[in-house]
């Protein structure tokens, strides 16, 4: 069945060659703290310490790194609440090219800032008035730019995978994998090299409540349009799963979980206070879950992907200030 699929583990593990030396092998923590938590193994692959902050690098570098010497000339488009942003304005950089991106008014200012620190011109636009891909693709027309998605890309999917593939490399057997699910890209590439290499592995999604497209999309059997989720995962406010990465998940995730925001505040803060990492919103979630049991039953070894921790001082502190314990 994954034979038939768009990405494939062969594709995952030649984006793991292409991105080698120039991406990070990001680390994979434990903690007996979180073990005694959730009951289990606990296997952190923490992309926090990826370039740029986020796993969204592998999967730019691996697109962009295949673009003809014309296209890179002529430079690169994408569109972005922030990570993708950043990591496309950082790999045109590294590639000799160049970027312009198209972030919504209201994306966090440390995301904003650091796409421009890597050289990218920003463009804005309303998130909740706007349809981000026709205006991002109506830019790369008009400037003859070619334009890499967030996500619905198969080298963009099979970069993101490489992340799966370096844990279960690392730890060996799994019993499920967590992953973070917003337009699904992560998910795509995770669950594809995952099931490649551990058939029996539980995939699971994680999604805010406010922002569960992928779940109706999956229980429905086809793609399921919500509104614009306002929570403080940011990066999983998709308003529709990706057609290119729901093609892969509706096949390969077995199930998707939600958490609310004040589990994702509470996970924020046990990583920062016991295990002395940082998580943004959309990178804790996956914790979160595990933290409010939301699985059951509870899998002996589990890996988790913490998709990134790009979040600021301030809006950190506020978020963890008031969290419920664990």
């Known amino acids: 069945m994954t034979n038939a699929l768009p990405v494939t583990l062969d594709d995952v593990r030649d ?10 092998r990001t680390p ?12 289990a193994q606990v296997f952190l692959k923490c992309e926090n310490f990826q370039r740029i902050g986020a796993f969204k690098f592998r999967g730019a570098y691996n697109a962009i790194s295949r673009l003809s010497p ?13 990570n993708h942003a950043q990591a496309v304005a950082l790999a045109a950089r590294e590639l000799g090219s160049s970027a312009v991106i198209l ?3 209201d994306a966090p ?38 334009l890499i998605p967030p996500y619905e ?75 614009v989720s306002r ?3 940011d990066g999983l406010a998709a308003e529709i799963p990706g057609e290119l990465t729901f093609s892969v998940n509706k096949h390969l995730v077995d199930e998707i979980v939600l958490v609310s925001d004040d589990e994702i505040r509470t996970a924020m803060r046990l990583a920062f206070e016991r295990l002395k990492i940082v998580m943004e919103p959309s990178g804790a ?14 899998p002996p070894r589990i890996g988790l992907i913490v998709s990134g921790g790009n979040i600021d001082a301030r809006r950190f502190a506020e978020l963890c200030a008031d969290a419920p314990p664990a």
């Open 231 to 233: 929570t403080i995962a």
């Open 285 to 298: 979630t996956p914790l979160a879950a595990l933290l409010a049991g939301r699985l059951s039953p509870m």
């Open 153 to 227: 890309h198969p080298h963009v999917i099979a970069g993101q995978g490489t992340a799966a593939l370096e844990l279960i490399e690392e730890v060996g057997d799994l019993d499920a994998l967590l992953t973070p699910i917003g337009g699904g890209g992560l998910m795509a590439g995770s669950a594809t090299a995952a099931k490649g290499l551990r058939p029996g592995i539980r995939v699971i999604g994680v999604e805010p409540e406010a922002g569960d497209d992928t779940r109706r999309s999956l229980a429905a059997g086809e793609r399921v349009s919500i509104p």
């Open 109 to 146: 200012p440390s995301k904003r800032a650091a796409t421009a620190g890597y050289g990218a011109e920003i463009v804005t636009y309303d998130r909740y008035t706007g349809d981000r891909e026709a205006i991002g693709a109506a830019l790369a027309a008009e400037r003859g730019l070619t």
């Open 103 to 105: 972030m919504p008014e």
């Open 28 to 39: 994979v923590l434990r903690s007996r703290t979180l073990d005694a938590l959730a009951g």
């Open 70 to 82: 014309e296209q890179l000339a002529k430079g690169i488009a994408a569109y972005s609440s922030g």
């Open 15 to 24: 984006a793991a060659v292409q991105i080698k030396g120039v991406a990070h």
